[in-house]
């Protein structure tokens, strides 16, 4: 199975800042990987497709990068509604697997 | 708006059968796309169990596969279904519904809202 590292596991950041996160697969995934994000007792929700592809709906603060091995998702300026765990998951191959998230606070 | 809603039994005992159904809704599963099966626990975070196309064909993780009874559909009812046996304390997590992709099993844009479901007797 390919193996998805997040870092970090956790991060504060002040309301309006940047934050970014990034996710390291363990073989070339080309542009196959999605970051979702998670509130407590929901569902994930796809906020990235393809590593750079904004999901319909997902404001324009999310952003994606990276091919390969090496991929990153930030959020341009904090709002108090991202405080989430963000997790990262490849599917160029069988079984898609994901990172083991991020959690996010609020400084 | 496509919506899927899980239901099945919140409790199962050890070395019986997982049953869960998945009713979507606003979308006819005959249609496309796959619909799949993702776990959730704190020991193992988020795991693919299986997916399985509107044709009926079927993909499992490996790692589950020998107790993954089946992923069906239920073209009448527009739903689709896990059974997974047997179970142990193991396989206690929330388990989601979710459609995949048109032409992929990865890309899960839809989601029920999760089923907690505990093994133990």
């Known amino acids: 199975d390919i193996q998805m590292t997040q870092s970090p596991s956790s991060l504060s950041a002040s309301i309006g800042g940047r934050v970014t996160i990034t996710c390291q697969a363990s073989?070339?995934?080309?542009?196959?990987l999605n970051w979702y994000q998670q509130k407590p007792g929901k569902a994930p929700k796809l906020l990235i497709y393809?590593?750079?592809n904004l999901q319909t709906g997902v404001p324009s603060r999310f952003s994606g990068s990276g091919s390969g091995t090496d991929f990153s998702f930030t959020i341009s300026s904090l709002q108090p509604e991202d405080i989430a765990i963000y997790y990262c998951q490849q599917y160029d191959q069988i079984p898609p697997t994901f990172g083991r998230g991020t959690k996010l606070e609020i400084k | 708006q496509v919506q899927l809603q899980e239901s099945g039994p919140g409790l199962v005992k050890p070395s019986e059968t997982l049953s869960l159904s998945c009713n979507v809704s606003?979308?006819?599963?005959?249609?496309?796309?796959?619909w799949g099966w993702i776990r959730q626990s704190p020991g193992k975070g988020l795991e693919w169990i299986g997916s399985i196309y509107n044709t009926g064909s079927t993909y499992y993780n490996p790692s589950l596969k020998s107790r993954v009874i089946t992923i069906s559909l239920d073209m009448s009812k527009n739903q689709f279904s896990l059974k997974l046996s047997p179970v142990t304390a193991a396989d206690t997590a929330v388990y989601y519904c979710?459609?995949?992709?048109?032409?992929?099993?990865?890309?899960?844009?839809?989601w029920g809202q999760g089923i907690l479901v505990t093994v133990s007797s």
């Open positions: 073989q070339d995934i080309s542009n196959y």
């Open positions: 606003d979308y006819s599963i005959r249609s496309g796309y796959y």
């Open positions: 979710a459609r995949g992709g048109l032409s992929t099993i990865g890309l899960f844009d839809y």
């Open positions: 393809d590593a750079s």
